[in-house]
């Protein structure tokens, strides 16, 4: 008994870097000013973690939810193109049918097989951490189309490569996701997508290797809780909080409490270090844990005025950043290493997009502003054409993608039309000198225009360009995004 309390004492020092001083400790040392400070601070910074869990919980805990897809450990396949229906994720694409897989890393690995696929489709595994860091891809452009076997390992697996393992891919945290994404040739491919994602597979480790699993339980490991009570004995983490909803994150003070239980999931990265022991003060990544009930009142209140800094800072740099274009996709968008300490190119990237691809793999040119300056409205009529020539340069192929504000989500329309992508090539008008425009309005633009319309809503919208797999003309910045021209 006191070997198994040692060693549970050792991991919470040696991964976790806990501290083990209540909360009101800290609290009481901490000013107003300072608090509103911190708060701020760890806002920027944890609102990927705790948007994250709110999407996992969903997606894999929620089993009464509208959008529960299935349990952990288990490729979960979803054969067909996402609608306005689907409101858990903003801005999903309706490019390409998912499949998802969320990961429970705590006992042991995953070995995830992916079948041979035809040269000719793209297909991609995007894997992501708690953070939302893009920390590996499988797929057309990075392994190709001829299948293989990989091993998903956390942050403190130190076994050996098993044989017939292809790679050993590595998460820093203790739960991960990932997206698949298979290409929908048209209406008729949809039995072909559904083989692919037949031919995805998983096992847990053990099972691979024809064993018991570490914790002497049956394999899959398929716990309808994201924090099982029973994993191992000395993981620390042994309880679930149900998330706050999008609209109370701006506001209380629970989503600390959330940021809190993410952070005992893997090991303090160094460039957190300093954060981290700040956040400390109000009790965020310690053992005891962030206790608002703990606070006074003018320490609590300034905790919330801190999480409307971090809005007000967001807002400030999507105005100056984002929208002038000084800053895009490609930056926000990849590796703890691509995107290093820049805590509010984080945040942005997940409210504009969470889940979003690397560069490399698909670059997202933003349509939010005609070529006025002004936001766009379904109240307006609009172009967006692409002169002969001179469509997305991709290996793979591109959309236009119409979002709803403020939720970023799919319109629902009378023709049932959420985008205009290459597939769709064949079906559009092309003008007399070879350029292709796309008709973007509420109401429709006639019969001789239908074909290239992209309804909007009535109200205010953006649209997402998705290049997958980009040339680099798209990446280095030769071939341009066309503007959106107002016609009324």
């Known amino acids: 008994m006191e070997r198994q309390s040692s060693l549970r004492r050792l991991l919470a020092s040696m991964t976790l870097g806990l501290i083990l001083a209540p909360t009101g400790v800290f609290a009481q040392n901490v000013s107003p000013d ?29 089993q009464s939810g509208a959008e529960y897809k299935g349990p952990w450990n288990k490729v979960l396949n979803t054969a067909r193109l996402f609608t306005p229906k689907d409101t858990t994720i903003q801005t999903p694409n309706s490019d390409t049918p998912y499949s998802m897989l969320g990961a429970d890393l705590r006992v042991e690995p995953l070995v995830l097989g992916v079948p041979k696929i ?48 292809d790679d050993v891919i590595r998460s820093e945290t203790d739960f991960a996701f990932v997206i698949y994404r298979t290409q929908l040739m ?15 597979t998983l096992q847990p480790l053990s099972a691979f290797l024809g064993q018991t699993a570490k914790d002497g339980t049956a ?12 994993v191992t004995v000395d993981h620390p983490v042994t309880k679930a909080l149900t998330p706050v909803t999008q609209k109370d994150e701006k506001t209380d003070p629970k989503f600390f409490e959330i940021l809190d239980l993410t952070l005992k999931l893997g090991p303090v990265p160094d460039e957190e270090k300093d954060l981290r022991a700040r956040m400390a003060k109000l009790g965020i990544g310690t053992e005891a844990g962030f206790d608002p009930d703990s606070l006074s009142p003018e320490v609590l209140k300034a905790v919330q005025a801190g999480m409307t800094d971090a809005w007000d800072a967001f807002d400030t740099f999507k105005k100056e950043q984002i929208d002038t274009g000084k800053v895009t996709s490609a930056d926000m968008f990849g590796t703890r290493e691509e995107i290093g300490g820049n805590w509010m190119y984080r945040m942005a990237a997940v409210i504009l997009g969470i889940y979003g691809n690397s560069a490399e793999e698909a670059f ?12 766009l409205s379904g109240a307006n009529a609009y172009t967006v054409t692409f002169p002969k020539g001179q469509l997305p340069p991709v290996n793979a192929f591109w959309s236009v993608t119409m979002y709803g504000l403020p939720q970023s989500l799919l319109v629902e329309n009378p023709i049932n039309r959420y985008l205009v992508n290459s597939p769709m090539l064949p079906d559009l008008k092309m003008n007399d000198d070879g350029s292709l425009t796309i008709y973007v309005q509420n109401e429709a633009p006639g019969k001789d225009k239908e074909s290239n319309w992209l309804p909007a809503p009535a109200g205010p919208f953006w649209m997402a360009m998705r290049l997958y797999w980009p040339k680099e003309a798209a990446l280095k910045g030769d071939w341009k995004a066309p503007g959106v021209e107002k016609t009324n």
């Open 34 to 62: 300072e608090a509103r400070a911190i708060a701020k601070d760890a806002y920027i910074f944890g609102y990927p973690l705790v948007e994250n869990y709110r999407i996992q919980y969903t997606y894999f805990v929620d």
């Open 118 to 165: 035809d040269e000719k489709r793209y297909f991609s595994l995007q894997f992501i951490d708690a953070y939302t860091f893009n920390f590996h891809y499988v797929g057309s452009r990075t392994t190709g189309n001829g299948g293989g076997t990989y091993l998903l390992a956390g942050p403190n697996w130190t076994g050996d490569t098993p044989a017939g393992i």
């Open 186 to 200: 048209g209406p008729d491919d949809l039995d072909n997508v559904k083989k692919i994602q037949a031919g995805y």
């Open 219 to 230: 394999v899959p490991l398929e716990k309808p809780n994201v924090l099982p009570t029973k």
């Open 364 to 375: 997202y040119p933003v349509l939010q502003l005609d070529t006025d300056g002004n936001a």
